[in-house]
């Protein structure tokens, strides 16, 4: 069982920039794939971005979001810069039991075994 602690959220201004964590427990952490999702109150579920063999980002992110790990300390993070009201949401990590370089598989939400709590991130216009 792998559990996972997310961090660093908050309010930040339209423009600004913020860095949100997550911790996982156990000993594998370098073998899994991590995620991070978001949903907005009465919106579903969106890919923000995954790191595995490879790293990839959702499409709305167009370079302003950088995910990145450190085996070391089993942390993911996902770097947030000039963010937007519209980036307003509830971010959550995730972890697959495997690394992999198929993205399909990376940004399917159903292919994660493991989830955090999450962490509000909101943006004021």
């Known amino acids: 069982q792998v559990q996972l602690v997310e961090s660093g959220g908050g309010l930040v201004q339209a423009g600004g920039s913020l860095r949100v964590s997550c911790v996982a427990s156990?000993?594998?952490?370098?073998?899994?794939?991590m995620g991070w999702f978001r949903q907005a109150p009465g919106k579903e579920r969106e890919f923000v971005a995954a790191i595995s063999w490879t790293t990839y980002h959702g499409d709305f992110v167009k370079g302003r979001f950088t995910i990145s790990r450190d085996n070391t300390k089993n942390t993911v993070y996902l770097q947030m810069n000039t963010l937007k009201p519209e980036d307003t949401a509830n971010y959550y990590c995730a972890a697959a039991p495997y690394l992999t370089e198929n993205i399909a598989s990376m940004r399917e939400g159903r292919k994660y075994n493991y989830w955090g709590q999450g962490t509000q991130v909101t943006v004021s216009s």
């Open positions: 156990g000993r594998t952490f370098r073998t899994y794939t």
